[in-house]
Protein backbone atom coordinates (compact mmCIF):
# COMPACT_ATOMS: atom_id res chain seq x y z
CA UNK A 1 0.00 0.00 0.00
CA UNK A 2 1.16 3.69 -0.93
CA UNK A 3 1.60 6.00 2.16
CA UNK A 4 -0.80 8.34 0.53
CA UNK A 5 -3.60 6.04 -0.04
CA UNK A 6 -2.77 4.30 3.73
CA UNK A 7 -2.71 8.18 5.27
CA UNK A 8 -5.93 9.12 3.44
CA UNK A 9 -7.60 5.92 4.85
CA UNK A 10 -6.25 6.73 8.24
CA UNK A 11 -8.03 10.32 8.24
CA UNK A 12 -10.93 8.98 7.30
CA UNK A 13 -11.43 6.09 10.01
CA UNK A 14 -10.54 8.91 12.59
CA UNK A 15 -12.74 11.41 11.35
CA UNK A 16 -15.54 8.00 11.44
CA UNK A 17 -14.30 7.11 15.02
CA UNK A 18 -14.35 10.72 15.87
CA UNK A 19 -17.99 10.85 15.01
CA UNK A 20 -18.86 7.66 16.97
CA UNK A 21 -17.28 8.77 20.17
CA UNK A 22 -18.75 12.20 20.15
CA UNK A 23 -21.85 10.48 19.80
CA UNK A 24 -21.37 7.88 22.41
CA UNK A 25 -20.18 11.38 24.82
CA UNK A 26 -22.99 13.69 23.75
CA UNK A 27 -25.06 10.20 24.66
CA UNK A 28 -23.61 10.16 28.13
CA UNK A 29 -24.59 13.77 29.46
CA UNK A 30 -27.74 14.16 27.44
CA UNK A 31 -30.58 11.83 28.05
CA UNK A 32 -32.12 13.22 25.12
CA UNK A 33 -29.85 12.25 22.65
CA UNK A 34 -32.02 8.53 21.82
CA UNK A 35 -29.72 5.61 22.29
CA UNK A 36 -29.64 3.76 18.59
CA UNK A 37 -28.72 0.11 19.32
CA UNK A 38 -30.13 -3.45 19.74
CA UNK A 39 -30.95 -4.42 23.18
CA UNK A 40 -30.79 -8.42 22.88
CA UNK A 41 -29.10 -11.01 24.94
CA UNK A 42 -25.67 -10.40 23.47
CA UNK A 43 -25.69 -7.18 22.04
CA UNK A 44 -26.89 -4.35 24.72
CA UNK A 45 -25.13 -1.10 24.28
CA UNK A 46 -27.53 0.33 27.32
CA UNK A 47 -25.77 -2.39 29.21
CA UNK A 48 -22.76 -1.96 28.46
CA UNK A 49 -22.63 2.00 28.38
CA UNK A 50 -24.31 2.22 31.76
CA UNK A 51 -21.85 -0.02 33.22
CA UNK A 52 -19.35 0.93 35.84
CA UNK A 53 -16.65 0.09 32.77
CA UNK A 54 -17.92 3.07 31.02
CA UNK A 55 -16.08 5.71 32.76
CA UNK A 56 -12.40 5.69 33.48
CA UNK A 57 -11.44 7.72 36.23
CA UNK A 58 -14.81 9.67 36.94
CA UNK A 59 -14.93 10.42 32.80
CA UNK A 60 -17.03 8.27 30.14
CA UNK A 61 -15.02 6.01 28.04
CA UNK A 62 -16.19 7.81 25.16
CA UNK A 63 -14.52 11.02 25.87
CA UNK A 64 -11.42 9.39 26.35
CA UNK A 65 -12.00 8.31 22.86
CA UNK A 66 -12.54 11.65 21.72
CA UNK A 67 -9.68 12.68 22.59
CA UNK A 68 -8.22 9.72 20.96
CA UNK A 69 -9.61 10.57 18.02
CA UNK A 70 -8.49 14.11 18.05
CA UNK A 71 -5.17 13.46 17.98
CA UNK A 72 -5.44 10.40 15.18
CA UNK A 73 -7.30 12.75 12.97
CA UNK A 74 -4.38 15.67 14.15
CA UNK A 75 -1.33 13.04 13.30
CA UNK A 76 -3.32 12.09 9.71
CA UNK A 77 -3.71 15.51 9.14
CA UNK A 78 -0.66 16.88 9.63
CA UNK A 79 0.89 13.81 7.66
CA UNK A 80 -1.26 14.55 4.49
CA UNK A 81 -0.29 18.38 4.85
CA UNK A 82 2.94 17.52 5.30
CA UNK A 83 3.79 14.46 2.57
CA UNK A 84 1.54 16.71 -0.22
CA UNK A 85 4.64 17.10 -2.73
CA UNK A 86 7.56 14.36 -3.49
CA UNK A 87 7.49 13.52 -0.14
CA UNK A 88 8.95 15.08 3.65
CA UNK A 89 11.31 13.92 5.40
CA UNK A 90 9.68 14.61 8.39
CA UNK A 91 6.72 12.02 6.93
CA UNK A 92 8.51 8.71 8.24
CA UNK A 93 8.45 10.11 11.97
CA UNK A 94 5.03 11.48 11.73
CA UNK A 95 3.66 7.90 10.25
CA UNK A 96 5.55 6.20 12.99
CA UNK A 97 4.06 8.33 15.72
CA UNK A 98 0.52 8.04 13.82
CA UNK A 99 1.34 4.21 14.13
CA UNK A 100 2.65 4.16 17.77
CA UNK A 101 -0.54 6.21 19.05
CA UNK A 102 -2.48 3.50 17.03
CA UNK A 103 -0.57 0.64 19.02
CA UNK A 104 -1.44 2.39 21.56
CA UNK A 105 -5.00 2.95 20.82
CA UNK A 106 -5.14 -0.76 20.29
CA UNK A 107 -4.29 -1.82 23.63
CA UNK A 108 -7.30 0.12 25.29
CA UNK A 109 -9.37 -1.79 22.74
CA UNK A 110 -7.92 -5.02 23.89
CA UNK A 111 -8.86 -3.55 27.73
CA UNK A 112 -12.58 -2.40 26.70
CA UNK A 113 -12.93 -5.79 24.64
CA UNK A 114 -11.94 -8.03 27.88
CA UNK A 115 -14.29 -5.43 29.72
CA UNK A 116 -17.37 -5.90 27.44
CA UNK A 117 -17.07 -9.79 26.85
CA UNK A 118 -15.50 -10.97 30.12
CA UNK A 119 -16.52 -8.49 32.58
CA UNK A 120 -19.54 -6.97 31.57
CA UNK A 121 -20.57 -10.18 29.43
CA UNK A 122 -22.49 -7.88 26.68
CA UNK A 123 -21.50 -6.05 23.50
CA UNK A 124 -22.32 -2.61 22.70
CA UNK A 125 -22.21 -2.02 18.34
CA UNK A 126 -20.96 1.14 18.96
CA UNK A 127 -18.34 0.24 21.07
CA UNK A 128 -17.13 -2.33 18.60
CA UNK A 129 -17.23 -0.50 15.51
CA UNK A 130 -14.62 1.97 17.18
CA UNK A 131 -12.69 -0.91 18.32
CA UNK A 132 -12.97 -2.01 14.37
CA UNK A 133 -11.68 1.74 13.57
CA UNK A 134 -8.89 1.52 15.63
CA UNK A 135 -7.30 -1.98 14.83
CA UNK A 136 -7.83 -0.81 11.16
CA UNK A 137 -6.09 2.00 11.90
CA UNK A 138 -3.30 0.09 13.03
CA UNK A 139 -3.06 -2.74 10.22
CA UNK A 140 -3.85 0.28 7.45
CA UNK A 141 -0.46 1.42 8.79
CA UNK A 142 1.28 -1.31 9.39
CA UNK A 143 1.35 -2.22 5.88
CA UNK A 144 3.53 0.60 4.26
CA UNK A 145 7.10 -0.23 3.72
CA UNK A 146 9.45 0.09 6.99
CA UNK A 147 11.14 3.75 4.48
CA UNK A 148 7.76 4.91 4.57
CA UNK A 149 6.99 4.26 8.39
Known amino acids: ?16 GLCIAAYLTLLHYDSRVPLVCTAGSLVNCETVLASPSATVLHVP ?15 AAV ?16 RRASFAWSAMGTTGVLYLVY ?31 DEER
Open 61 to 75: VAAWGVVWFTVALGL
Open 79 to 94: VLRVDRGAGSPNSPAL
Open 115 to 145: QEVGVIGKLCAWCTAVHVIIISMLIVQAQLP
Open 1 to 16: MRGRTADRITFVLAVA
